[in-house]
């Protein structure tokens, strides 16, 4: 008897952590949505308050004044894009960097992937810009987040190649395949979905990147949406149902990627991590 | 079959050369423009030796006390996120109903633009009108209303605080990965030696996760050194530097023209984590074949 209610007491209290946990998490997010839908003025701060009237025409407001169209025309281009590029190429080197795992490539391998750690030095950066012309440009930004991005790719996308049998490579040479040709119609498509994980968390990453665009872009007309709201934040100070309104437009994209790919973002984010 | 035929190295050429451009070359020159008086005002560049280093470290300057606060902010925010998250990460590993909607709802803040979530908590912390404050003066608890981002004294925990509601659920997901991977027989066997949650807990998840754990301490302290975007837009340094860290520091330093400033802070993280580098990838690198 003693023991059933010590599990019982166990079960309460785990329902009780779990439960108020996911209540911190969800409160605020319930917050941004009835806000967005309140009138200019009720909303000095985000409150718990149902609107009294609901307002879907703040959305509109918001594109508009927000130019949120643009930005989000420039987000996916420098997302999209740059993962493009991330992911092909960085396959391509993780492939190499694991089936030849000697000498020189090795070195490249630990080079490339020691960009996990170390830090942006973002004044010298400037320079590098500045004398490849990059500085305010769109295919700047771009390049700027296939680099940041290699290193992870290369090292997620690495873990899985050599789990492509290499008899397969053998049997394909020895039918006389180039080496391009070899890898892009019978390695790559085994890669399928380790590229697609790489690919979404590439995305992520990216559409939330907020830092090099502050540094890098000065006109306006290149921001993505991190930095369109925090300027529209830095307008409306006072008007959170707009910014809430915003908030939303900008994390819909990727709550949408998340509730659709939650298995490969998790699945890539937690490969590494854990080795049975 | 040739290795260096069938597999050329110029397949890594395009990867290598643009990280090797945009990551490791500013890094790299960062530090030569450290020993310069390189700044907005002036085109002509003097060496200087190590006068800004000797600046960086003496006693009397505030360059230490942003790394300190950064090694704080780290510290705290890898202890609380690694804590919590191995908590719920436990009691979302057992029967528990709800258990998918948990697990995700939790994970949720991780992947929003951490931006964003520092705008949003700027209005809910806020003093007079923040839903938190009104939230504990509504159930009586009028004396833990703070000023959370205004007072000098709490700051920064406040801004250790949303970052840990926003990390944890990242830390967690990594830990729940863990446990299910641990083979179910230990637990059994541990059941049929009389073992109680705690001894399970103990002597089988805890030796059992030690390679994930390490993992995610790793994944946290790279974040910590590297903060920048939830501190920008929750305090942005203030008030008085009480919040500033490394990266906050040289965003305004950058600002202001004082290029050299912050080539050399800069190139001080660079050099420290490129050593401590070598062994986090060893860490995460251990054992390289991944399920």
New interface residues.
Partial sequence: MSKRSAYLTQAVLQNILAWVASLMVIVPMVLIIINSFKADGETMAISAQLPKLWHPENFATVIEKGKLVRSFLNSLLYAGVSTVVTVLFGSMAAYIFSRRRSGFVSFLYMFVILGMVIPVNYVALTKVMQLTGLNNTSLGIILLYVAMQTPFTVFLIFGFVSKVPVELDEAAVLDGCSPLRLYFSIVMPLLKPALITASVLCFLNTWNEFTMPLYFLNTSEKWPMTLAIYNFFGQYEMSWNLICADVLLTCAPVIIMYLLCQRYIVGGQTAGAVKG | ?K???????Y??L???I??G???????L??IG?SFTDWSAYSNELHFVGFKNFAEVFSGNSDYLRYIENTLLFTIVTTVFKTGLGL??AI??S?K???QN??R??????S??????TG???T??L?P????LN??LRAIGLDALAMKWLVDPKIAFFSVMGVDI?RGT??IM??LI??IA?I?KVYYEAGSIDGAN?WQRFRYITLPMLK??IA??IVLNV?YG??V??IIY?LTNGGPGHRTEVM?TA??K??SKGL?AE??TI??V??IF??I???F??KI????????
């Fill in positions: 079959m290795k260096n035929i069938v597999y050329p190295w397949f890594a395009v990867s290598v643009i990280y451009i945009f990551s490791v070359l500013p890094g020159i960062g423009y908590l719920f009691a979302l057992s528990i109903k709800f909607f948990h995700g709802v939790l994970y949720m803040p992947v929003l633009p951490i931006l964003v705008l949003t908590f209005s809910i806020n007079k009108m923040g839903f009104n939230f509601w659920g990242y997901t990594m990965a863990g991977a083979p949650g390679q994930t993992v995610t790279l050194l590297k920048f975007d837009a990266y040289v965003f330093m950058m290029y912050g080539t800069s190139s993280m660079f984590m490129v401590i580098g070598f986090m990838i995460l690198t251990k054992d390289e074949v991944v399920e």
